[in-house]
């Protein structure tokens, strides 16, 4: 079977932006799936091994200090001579993917086709990338991808690309055991490893469900920041029995399951949200430190919701949250209100 490697980020949310192009760039190269090689594993790529066009899928695990080093530079050789003994149509290095561990997988590898872009300009990028993608002016995550290949259709997907279609079969069950008998609205708190500094404030999540009083809410996420912030939501809210904590307490594929059927996701940039855009879901992103031209969820008509702060956004393009993190207030995400997003919310249509 004739492959492509793919050498990508760990995010789920970032796999969104990817995944339009797959096709096509299968399709460029004569090949028939995508191995991928990801840095860490992430609890969101259980839905990548249920994609049909993925094939393999390899962790690099990163580790920098003491013998975690030592056990990684082992990993890193032994998933080099995999990728020389591998005979790939082609190597694709994606934008998220400029570090040098993944440039010199691509570089030593015995494969003549090494597709990238030139997002700096130092001599490992130059010498591991030999098919550069020219990045124009391009600012979003999605339309730097969609470049790696013609013709991706990225706004014609047709369906849920990670969910295997007998898990839909699971939604009335899902349903009935977390006791969702209303429409309900997802509230995506996620935002990847310590990415508290992403978060809108628990006091407006808890405001916006205290002024949705038709809906049932849903919150979900991963992760000891996201589990801490849901826990700050519900404590809150003056109905509790309104909305049900599901962080960390449904496997991915459950959770996806639960979003396509929502009536809408609300959340900050995260991956639940760039999922929901994914599978035409009416999504509502918030955001504040980071950038929606380049992380938002720019599929399906998703909406996004942002304040007009000089000092955002403070993620630049270096993709650096460093500011973030030590910005003492954070009011680009406060100045956002729950009323605002409350208005931006599609109306329940009339079931009687």
């Known amino acids: 079977m004739k492959k492509i490697l793919y050498l990508g980020p760990s995010g789920i949310g970032d796999w969104c932006f990817i995944y339009p192009s797959l096709k096509a760039l299968l399709a460029k190269y004569d090949a028939e799936k995508v191995d991928l090689i990801i840095p860490y594993p992430n609890a969101g790529n259980e839905l990548l091994s249920h994609n049909e066009l993925i094939g393999d ?6 580790q920098f200090r003491g013998f975690g080093l030592i056990r990684y530079l082992f990993r890193w050789l032994k998933r080099l001579q995999a990728v020389r003994e591998g005979h790939y149509q082609a190597v694709v290095i994606s934008f998220l993917s400029n570090q040098p561990d993944m440039l010199l997988l691509a570089r030593l590898s015995s494969c003549h086709q090494r597709v990238g872009i030139h997002t700096q300009t130092n001599w490992l990028q130059k010498s591991a990338i030999n098919r550069p993608v020219d990045a124009g002016d391009e600012q979003s995550r999605l339309t730097l991808h969609q470049r790696y290949a013609p013709e991706p259709q990225y706004q ?5 690309p990670f969910m295997p279609s007998h898990k839909m079969d699971d ?22 490893r310590n990415a508290a500094w992403r978060f809108w404030p628990a006091s407006h999540y808890a405001e916006l469900v205290n002024l949705g009083a038709d809906f049932q809410w849903v919150i979900l996420g991963g992760g000891g920041d996201d589990q801490a912030q849901a826990q700050k939501i519900v404590r809150r809210i003056s109905q509790q029995e309104s909305v049900i904590n599901l962080v960390d307490k449904t496997s991915m594929l459950d959770a996806l399951a639960l979003i396509s059927q929502a009536h809408a996701v609300v959340g900050n940039d995260s991956g639940i949200a760039n999922l929901s855009a994914v599978m035409k879901v009416p999504t509502l992103a918030l955001y504040g430190p980071t950038s929606a031209a380049l992380t938002g969820p720019a599929l399906n008509g998703a909406m996004v919701l942002e304040s007009e702060l000089p000092c955002r956004p403070c993620f630049d393009n270096q993709m650096n949250p460093e500011k973030a993190i030590r910005c003492p207030d954070r009011e680009c995400l406060k100045h956002i209100t729950p009323q605002q997003v409350y208005n931006r919310l599609p109306p329940l249509k009339n079931t009687e």
Do not use: D
């Not at 899928?57 to 990163?62: F, N, S």
């Not at 014609?156 to 849920?160: F, G, I």
């Not at 069950?173 to 995506?188: A, S």
């Open 171 to 192: 939604v009335t069950r899902l349903l009935q055991q977390h006791k969702i008998t209303r429409p309900y609205i997802v509230l995506g708190v996620g935002g990847g």
């Open 57 to 62: 899928i390899h962790y690099l695990e990163r």
């Open 156 to 160: 014609l997907l047709a369906s849920p």
